[in-house]
T-cell receptor
Framework: GDSVTQMEGPVTLSEEAFLTINCTYT??????LFWYVQYPGEGLQLLLK?????DKGSNKGFEATYRKETTSFHLEKGSVQVSDSAVYFC?????????????FGTGTSLTVIP | DVKVTQSSRYLVKRTGEKVFLECVQD?????MFWYRQDPGLGLRLIYF???????EKGDIPEGYSVSREKKERFSLILESASTNQTSMYLC????????????FGPGTRLTVT
C-alpha cells in the first residue's frame, strides 16, 4: 500500500541556517505530493504541493521537487526564521475507487533559535 | 478563503458518555475526513466520506461512527467514550480528485476522564 516516510525530529536550527527535511514515498500509481505545516495549537495548513514528476512546489521561501526516480519530495529552505518553528508533515494523495486518499508522514518538529 | 470549522476547541467528557464532534466546511467540497493526532503517531484516518450519506472506514474506525446527512457537515460520534480516545481530533475537506489538497479545521482536543 501507499506510505510516506519522513525524517524524524526534532530538528533544532539557528536562525538563517539551511533547512532540509527528507521525505520519501511509496505509491502504486502517480500520486500528488504535499507539505503541510502545523503551528502550535492549530490545524494543518498547506505549505506547498506538486502534482507530477519534476514539478517544484514553492511558498514562503520553502521549496520541494517531486522526484519520481528517487520517490522523494524533500523540503528545503535557504534561511530559516524563528517564525518557521512548527511541525512539518509530508503527505501524498493517490487515486482510489472512492475518490482520493491521503497518506501522511509522522511529522518533523522544527525549532529555530535566535 | 476555505473555512473548516469544528464545534469545540476543547472538550472534557466522562468514560461511557456518547460524544459528538461536528465539522462544517463552506466550500462545497465532496470529500470530508476525520483524523486523530497523537504524539509520535502522526495523523491516523478514522473515517472519510466522498458524498452525502457515503462513508468509508479509515485505519482506526473501531469505537467511532460518522454521519454525513448534508454535504457541508460531517459528524464524528464516539458511541461510548473511553480514556484511550483522549486525543486531538482533526477534520478536513477537499475537492474530489487526487491533485487537490485538504483543508483542515483547528482541531478539537478531547479529554476523556
Amino acid at each position: 500500500g501507499d506510505s510516506v516516510t519522513q525524517m524524524e525530529g526534532p530538528v533544532t536550527l539557528s536562525e538563517e541556517a539551511f533547512l532540509t527535511i527528507n521525505c520519501t514515498y511509496t505509491a502504486t500509481g502517480y500520486p500528488s505530493l504535499f507539505w503541510y505545516v502545523q503551528y502550535p495549537g492549530e490545524g494543518l495548513q498547506l505549505l506547498l504541493k506538486a502534482t507530477k514528476a519534476d514539478d517544484k512546489g514553492s511558498n514562503k521561501g520553502f521549496e520541494a521537487t517531486y522526484r519520481k526516480e528517487t520517490t522523494s519530495f524533500h523540503l528545503e529552505k535557504g534561511s530559516v526564521q524563528v517564525s518557521d518553528s512548527a511541525v512539518y508533515f509530508c503527505a501524498l494523495s493517490d487515486r482510489s475507487n472512492t475518490g482520493n486518499q491521503f497518506y501522511f508522514g509522522t511529522g518533523t518538529s522544527l525549532t529555530v533559535i535566535p | 478563503d476555505v473555512k473548516v470549522t469544528q464545534s469545540s476547541r476543547y472538550l472534557v467528557k466522562r468514560t461511557g458518555e456518547k460524544v459528538f464532534l461536528e465539522c462544517v466546511q463552506d466550500m462545497d467540497h465532496e470529500n470530508m475526513f476525520w483524523y486523530r493526532q497523537d504524539p509520535g503517531l502522526g495523523l491516523r484516518l478514522i473515517y472519510f466520506s466522498y458524498d452525502v450519506k457515503m462513508k468509508e472506514k479509515g485505519d482506526i474506525p473501531e469505537g467511532y461512527s460518522v454521519s454525513r446527512e448534508k454535504k457541508e457537515r460531517f459528524s464524528l460520534i464516539l458511541e461510548s467514550a473511553s480514556t484511550n480516545q483522549t486525543s486531538m481530533y482533526l477534520c478536513a475537506s477537499s475537492l474530489f480528485g487526487f491533485s487537490y489538497e485538504q483543508y483542515f479545521g483547528p482541531g478539537t482536543r478531547l479529554t476523556v476522564t
